[in-house]
């Protein structure tokens, strides 16, 4: 089944404690990309890969890392997280091109306290 | 001004009921344009797309405007189950084609 999967999906921590959201998709996608959802916000996009080692910021980058060493893999790194990065993530991935539906992951609740 | 436009809602409406939800996008150079639905918090999942010449699958009908820089869906005969958020999703033709989300509105069909 072609899917796109994240880990965890929930999560509580506290300030500066270093974490990385995984995310995996199974449909050989070139783009991926990760995404942060908050009230009468929407999502914004934080990092995009479009291929492997190919990585760049979104919109709203700050205080956020990610990593392309595999196809498959698209981490998310939170290296100190601050309260203000509490939000829904979710990890996204389409093939290359224009007009390709995009799989979204189930999403991560992610608290910083 | 936001480059995705949507009014947030809710909208409340009766079961049988049609419902427009209108959007506007900014970047007159956007190239494709999609209804994307949420439910409670869960993943976006792909709607349909929304084409220059109108498009329409069972129930739901999306137009688009490109003078206007405006999109449209309009829902027929509302179901109880069409309760959710409806984003709507522009792609830009840079940053390898960056989907951009306008806030979503809410709709909530009533018995």
């Known amino acids: 089944e072609a899917q796109v999967t994240q880990n965890p999906r929930y999560l509580i921590t506290v300030t500066g404690k270093k974490l990385t959201v995984t995310c995996s998709q199974n449909?050989?996608?070139?783009?991926m990309s990760w995404y942060r959802q908050d009230p009468g916000l929407g999502l914004r996009q934080i990092y995009y890969?479009?291929?492997?080692?190919?990585?760049d910021k979104g919109d709203v980058p700050e205080g956020y890392k990610v990593s392309r060493k595999e196809k498959r893999n698209f981490p998310l790194i939170l290296e100190s997280p601050s309260p203000n990065q509490t939000s829904l993530y979710f990890c996204?991935?389409?093939?290359?091109?224009?007009?390709?539906?995009?799989?979204f992951g189930e999403g991560s609740w992610l608290t910083v306290v | 001004r936001k480059e995705v436009e949507q009014d947030p809602g809710p909208f409340n409406v009766p079961e049988g009921a049609t419902v427009a939800f209108n959007c506007t996008y900014s970047?007159?150079?956007?190239?494709?344009f999609f209804w994307y639905r949420q439910d409670c918090r869960k993943e976006p999942k792909l709607l349909m797309s929304v084409y220059s010449s109108g498009n329409e699958d069972g129930r739901f009908t999306a137009q688009l405007n490109r003078a206007s820089q405006y999109i449209s869906l309009l829902i027929r005969d509302s179901k109880l189950s069409d309760s959710a958020t409806y984003l709507c999703?522009?792609?830009?033709?840079?940053?390898?084609?960056?989907?951009?989300f306008g806030q979503g509105t809410e709709l909530s069909v009533k018995p």
């Open positions: 999703v522009v792609k830009g033709d840079n940053q390898g084609g960056k989907l951009i």
């Open positions: 970047n007159s150079a956007s190239q494709s």
């Open positions: 890969s479009m291929n492997v080692e190919v990585t």
């Open positions: 449909m050989n996608h070139e783009y």
């Open positions: 996204a991935s389409r093939l290359q091109g224009s007009g390709n539906t995009i799989y």
